[in-house]
């Protein structure tokens, strides 16, 4: 497949988010993803959340230390609306400015997986939140990594090793069951920036499917910016 199809003449990078539940494949796609956008030249970095800045990555440790569960969901969200703000102000949007491809782990949709559907924080406090820290900053693409409870536990389990489990890898299996089918929901609502990916096959085959959906998703969007 010819690189060059994810190539556009445009100043700002492009800005695409991975989400799924643990265990998911994630970091293993960005990655693969990465080496492949540089492979065709394109300049990209890879980011996470929360995290990916100093200061969100102070916060990183405090969320899955568990300090954010005892405060409760709506002192979590807070957390992580701070994390993001600090994140997009100095790391995502120079980026993007810059005319960088940025990759990150996790962005807005996981605030409203985790502590929207499942922490039931009200939805006018997710949607503030989201108006503070990103204003109207959207990912260009993002990949919902989809795997089986079970499938997922497992991978995250086998990845941790002997470390103790995070703050959410530890939730109770109907957690990551209800986590999933909100991660679902969320691709079946916004479909034309959400592209849903079977993610349970071995770890090449999903970056095939992820990589030819990037290219036809980019080819489409270019057509329609071109003139008549």
């Known amino acids: 497949m010819a690189e060059a199809a994810v190539k556009r003449p445009s100043l700002r990078g492009r800005f695409i988010t ?34 990916g800045s100093p200061g969100a990555e102070i916060i990183r440790h405090l969320v899955l230390s568990g300090m954010g569960k005892l405060l409760g969901p709506d002192a979590e969200t807070l957390l992580f609306a701070a994390a993001r703000d600090d994140h997009v102000r100095t790391v995502i949007l120079p980026a993007l400015n810059q005319g960088i491809w940025v990759l990150c782990d996790r962005f807005f949709d996981s605030t409203r997986a985790y502590q929207g559907q499942l922490g039931q ?26 795997v089986p409870v079970e499938v997922g536990l497992q991978r995250a389990s086998a990845r941790r090793g002997n470390a103790a489990a995070d703050r959410f890898e530890a939730e109770d299996v109907k957690f990551h069951q209800d986590l999933r089918e909100a991660y679902r929901k969320i691709a079946a609502e916004d479909p034309q920036r959400c592209v849903l990916i079977d993610a349970t096959p071995d770890p090449d085959a999903v970056t095939a499917k992820i990589w030819a959906e990037l290219r036809e998703r980019l080819r489409a969007t270019q057509s329609a910016a071109s003139p008549a």
């Open 18 to 51: 991975f989400e799924g539940g643990e265990g998911s494949g994630k970091s293993t796609q960005i990655r693969k993803l990465a080496e492949r956008l540089d492979a065709a030249k394109l300049r990209v970095i890879v980011t996470r959340e929360p995290g």
């Open 121 to 146: 924080v009200l939805p006018g406090l997710v949607n503030a939140m989201q108006r503070v820290t990103i204003g109207d900053l959207k990912p260009d693409l993002t990949f919902i990594l989809d």
